[in-house]
């Protein structure tokens, strides 16, 4: 049966939500203004307190604290997002991704045309 008319569980949840994240990071700009940088900040400060998976939200606002958010560009950004991401999948015992592919999946596609 389709489970899209149920509510989201952990994963589903994740999955459009890293989708969000990463696609904020792929359309932030290469140079942010100062308000686009203190926006991001603030999103993202916010989102970590409302995520609605309450031990993911605190486990990620201690790695926010850790790591402190890069926001000085789309790569600054991007990159920050990434290893966040990569934190969570070391957690769950997940594979780390290549942060050094992250535009390509999530702005340009793949280099091989997977996307087109
Ligand atoms: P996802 O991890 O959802 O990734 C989706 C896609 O993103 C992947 O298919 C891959 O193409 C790409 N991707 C993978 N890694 C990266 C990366 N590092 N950078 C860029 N792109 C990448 N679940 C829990 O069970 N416990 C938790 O504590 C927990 N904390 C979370 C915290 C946050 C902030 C978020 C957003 C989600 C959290 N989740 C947590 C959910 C979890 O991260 C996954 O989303 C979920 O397990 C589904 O995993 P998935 O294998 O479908 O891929």
Redo the contacts with the bound molecule.
């Keep these: 049966l389709p489970t899209d008319d149920c509510p989201a569980d952990?994963?589903t949840?994740?999955?459009s939500?890293?989708?969000l994240?990463?696609s904020i990071a792929a359309t932030y700009p290469k140079t942010p203004s100062v308000a686009e940088q203190s926006d991001l900040k603030t999103f993202m400060g916010v989102f970590s307190r409302l995520?609605p998976?309450w031990?993911?939200?605190e486990?990620?606002q201690v790695y926010m604290q850790k790591e402190r958010i890069q926001v000085g560009s789309r790569d600054e950004f991007g990159k920050w997002?990434?290893?966040?991401?990569?934190a969570?999948?070391v957690?769950?015992g997940?594979d780390?991704?290549d942060?050094s592919k992250?535009e390509e999946?999530?702005r340009t596609g793949w280099k091989d045309g997977r996307c087109d």
């Design positions: 952990v994963e949840l994740g999955r939500t890293w989708t994240l990463h995520y998976c031990v993911c939200a486990d990620f997002l990434c290893e966040a991401h990569n969570v999948n957690k769950l997940k780390k991704f942060c992250w999946r999530w």
